[in-house]
């Protein structure tokens, strides 16, 4: 059975579907040698900045406005972003939101997401416990659930990324996207088909996309780790999967040392706060696990910001 792949055409409707409602966000140039490297500048797509503090409104704008808010409002299971960027979603278009999250949320994004007006249930200690108990609550009620990655209109959302972090760096060899359940770089892959090179960077406890490319489909992983509240769903999305396989992408691990290097280095040289898996992608590349080639030019996208900044090693 096929599964559906959002195309560019679905990105660019979907740009036009939220272009009032999110941020275009802007992209920063990091040195070289600030990464100890030789080579080329790296820009940096700077997606912490949208509403909510991660790149997830996009997503839940485009499936809440092209599906339309049922009376019971909309609900979703969330470790944090996602649960944010719903009840930004409701309290914007004056609806009602349940959210579900697991007992590990991190503190700072469970107020978030009270203070947004959102009711929230703690549900399990994973976020696939919390998935589970969204989704019968989703078919009692019949609330309209916004998946935090694995629909199609929430991942043509999140490939709008692609097309603005493209109008802003046309001629980008390569891409550098952190992985959770894969709807990021889903729709990243989508937007930029065969003319960019894709990589899909995951934390060491949390390797997702890394499982399911070598058993040829999604499979069920253990997580866990510092960046698992964002990057830890247990098995990739079946679109995304899709994406992934149609258009090559890639898979590099990084160790979780490396992703506080990242956060530190994003702090110390551009003032810019990073949660551990907003910083998982450019780990990939100070920590080497990703090495460009001379004259390659690379692409960063800097997803998340929600964490306590005192957390970040100076």
Known sequence: MSVEVPSRRDIAAAADTVSASIRETPVVTLEADDLALSGE????????L???GSFKPRGAFNRALTVGEPPAGLIAASGGNHG????HVARSRRVHAEIFVPETVPPIKLSAIRQLGAEVTLAGPTYDDARQ???ARAAETGALLIHAYDQPDVMAGAGTVGLEFEKQVPDLDTLLVAVGGGGLIGGMAAWYGPDVRVVGVEPEGCPTMAAALAAGEPVAVQVGGLAVDSLGARELGTHAFASISKHGVEAVLVAEAAIRDAQALLWDRLRIVAEPGGATALAALAAGAYVAQPGERVGVVICGANTDPSTIRR
């Open 50 to 52: 949208q509403h909510t």
């Open 84 to 87: 944010l960027a719903v009840a």
């Open 133 to 135: 108990a969204c989704e």
């Open 41 to 48: 500048p790296v820009s940096l797509k700077l997606e912490q």
